[in-house]
T-cell receptor
Framework: NAGVTQTPKFQVLKTGQSMTLQCAQD?????MSWYRQDPGMGLRLIHY???????DQGEVPNGYNVSRSTTEDFPLRLLSAAPSQTSVYFC?????????????FGPGTRLLVL | KNEVEQSPQNLTAQEGEFITINCSYS?????LHWLQQHPGGGIVSLFM???GKKKHGRLIATINIQEKHSSLHITASHPRDSAVYIC??????????FGTGTRLAVRP
């Protein structure tokens, strides 16, 4: 199993550009989530999904969109990138409800918005 | 005040030392997670516990629900244990709240 994969590993964007961060898992996990990690702060939840077709907002959802058309994939879209979105983004998955299961994290995507 | 506080923020130890990292939280929880973030950035789940104690190799995690406190212990520390250790708590629902991490450096 590949586990949780994320692409790209690193991306530079200009302010106003849009892009999609890809996340996929091959463990048949129902629960998937996106976090951002900023210096001096804990991981913060952006969006999460408890199954295909179901998504919900986390702590910092503004400026981001998600969809979950399949169990395997959970892409994160930046609609119009801003310098405040410079961060490291992690995708995570777990078998069922996220708070009571072991979390599996992807390797992260480092995003720089100029 | 953050819901999850970790101490210390930074820790340097000599190889072989016994290490303790602390996590305090201010809300009722259903479970607490300990995670390890490697220098390269990858995050690995170490433990999830809701009571008592768990052990895996040289790592031991304990939790005291009444005191809202958890500790992560590393016995016979090794340079490969150098990483950031992150505590996260889960309340009702599907969300985790993370501490800011403890950066551990173990010197040979």
């Amino acid at each position: 199993n590949a586990g949780v994969t994320q692409t790209p590993k690193f991306q530079v964007l200009k302010t106003g550009q849009s892009m999609t961060l890809q996340c996929a898992q091959d463990m048949n996990h129902e629960y998937m989530s996106w976090y951002r990690q900023d210096p001096g702060m804990g991981l913060r939840l952006i969006h999460y999904s408890v199954g295909a077709g179901i998504t919900d907002q986390g702590e910092v959802p503004n400026g981001y969109n998600v969809s979950r058309s399949t169990t395997e994939d959970f892409p994160l879209r930046l609609l119009s990138a801003a310098p405040s979105q410079t961060s490291v983004y992690f995708c995570a998955s777990s078998y069922s409800t996220g708070n009571l299961e072991t979390q599996y994290f992807g390797p992260g995507t480092r995003l720089l918005v100029l | 005040k953050n819901e999850v506080e970790q101490s210390p923020q930074n820790l340097t130890a000599q190889e072989g030392e016994f290490i303790t990292i602390n996590c305090s939280y201010s809300v009722g929880i259903s479970a607490l997670h300990w995670l390890q973030q490697h220098p390269g950035g990858g995050i690995v789940s170490l433990f999830m516990l809701s009571s008592g104690k768990k052990k895996h190799g040289r790592l031991i995690a304990t939790i005291n629900i009444q005191e809202k406190h958890s500790s992560l212990h590393i016995t016979a520390s090794h340079p490969r244990d150098s990483a950031v250790y992150i505590c996260a708590v889960s309340r009702s629902g599907d969300k985790l709240t993370f501490g800011t991490g403890t950066r551990l450096a173990v010197r040979p």
